[in-house]
């Protein structure tokens, strides 16, 4: 983490693995910072890291502290909102693959 920085006013991300199969993607959120409501056709694993985000998925809305995960099934429509600095992991599997 160290590698990706909180900064000022922003959202950065860095790719660690992109093959057929896998991407995994680490995020940095500062406080306030947001991403709108979008989907992912493939199953996405989300692990808070570090801080505290607002993460909404299927129209419920679910407070996340470090070390909390979620599961979304391809399709579902997702945001969220940093409430603190916050490290994001964002892990997207192609079942199909």
């Known amino acids: ?19 057929p199969l896998l991407r995994v993607v680490y995020f940095a959120f500062d406080a306030g910072e947001l991403l709108t409501e979008h989907s992912s056709p493939r199953a996405v694993v989300v692990q808070l890291l570090t801080g505290a985000i607002r993460f909404t998925y299927g129209g419920v809305e679910q407070a996340m502290a470090p070390g909390d995960a979620l599961y979304l ?25």
């Open 1 to 19: 983490l160290d590698a990706l920085p909180v900064q000022p006013e922003a959202t950065t991300s860095r790719v660690v693995v992109n093959n």
């Open 73 to 97: 099934a391809p399709g579902v429509p997702h945001a969220l909102v940093a409430d603190a600095p916050s490290h994001l992991s964002l892990v997207m599997v192609d079942a199909g693959a």
